[in-house]
């Protein structure tokens, strides 16, 4: 079945970087557009980040554009979020998850467990 | 970018009861919106997707409708494990935005 495992969170001071894993089974990763979305302790979700089918198209909200960086390996079935820069707004859990589109088919039919990152000094 | 707006933000519901939340969209996203539940600790679930389609596996008693900028989440009869947080998405545009959520309480 679709498993989706994020890894990589832990505790990080202001400025520096981080990067996050999500170990992807089940599916073929490059048959899906794959996202990133977090949310902060006790706060709603917000997308930061998507990758499409060929890795040819990478999206951000501006929000992070700049800072936040999405990445796969197809061979090792793994998506990445490299984090830099990091603020204390940063803090959050990371889910990575699964669209069959950036828009329209838009909806995120599989999530992973998420990674918690912490950004404090 | 598209403003996603919930009401309410909470609500306190019985068992049985019949329950609507909604969802306001800043402009018009045709009928890509989408409907997730997420209990405390959890992941967020897929409930309905494309304003009224139900995920496969989810109970009959979600049902969703809606379009344009207007949307309803509706269960028909609450149960136990129904007690979560829900969110709507829009999968109109780029940046995807999610509303503020709301908690269903006992």
């Known amino acids: 079945q679709v498993q989706l495992v994020e890894s990589g969170g832990g505790l990080v001071q202001p400025g520096r970087s981080l990067r996050l894993s999500c170990a992807a089974s089940?599916?073929?990763?490059?048959?899906?557009?794959m996202h990133w979305v977090r949310q902060a302790p006790g706060k709603g979700l917000e997308w930061v980040a998507a990758?499409?089918?060929?890795?040819?198209?990478?999206y951000y909200p501006d929000s992070v554009k700049g800072r936040l960086t999405i990445s796969r390996d197809i061979s090792n079935k793994t998506l990445y979020l490299q984090l830099n820069s990091l603020r204390a707004e940063d803090t959050a859990v990371y889910y990575c998850?699964?669209?069959?589109?950036?828009?329209?088919?838009?909806?995120?039919?599989?999530w992973g467990q998420g990674t918690l990152v912490t950004v404090s000094s | 970018d598209i403003q996603m707006t919930q009401s309410p933000s909470s609500l306190s519901a019985s068992v049985g009861d019949r329950v609507t939340i909604t969802c306001r969209a800043s402009?018009?996203?045709?009928?890509?919106l989408n409907w997730y539940q997420q209990k405390p600790g959890r992941a967020p679930y897929l409930l309905i997707y494309?304003?009224?389609s139900l995920q496969s596996g989810v109970p009959s008693r979600f049902s969703g409708s809606g379009s344009g900028t207007d949307f309803t989440l509706t269960i028909s009869s609450l149960q136990a494990e129904d007690f979560a947080t829900y969110f709507c998405?829009?999968?109109?545009?780029?940046?995807?935005?999610f509303g503020g959520g709301t908690k269903v309480e006992i």
């Open positions: 402009q018009s996203i045709s009928t890509y």
């Open positions: 998405q829009q999968s109109y545009s780029t940046p995807l935005t």
């Open positions: 998850a699964r669209t069959i589109a950036v828009a329209g088919r838009g909806w995120f039919d599989h």
């Open positions: 089940g599916f073929t990763l490059n048959s899906y557009v």
């Open positions: 990758i499409s089918y060929d890795e040819n198209y990478k």
């Open positions: 494309a304003a009224s």
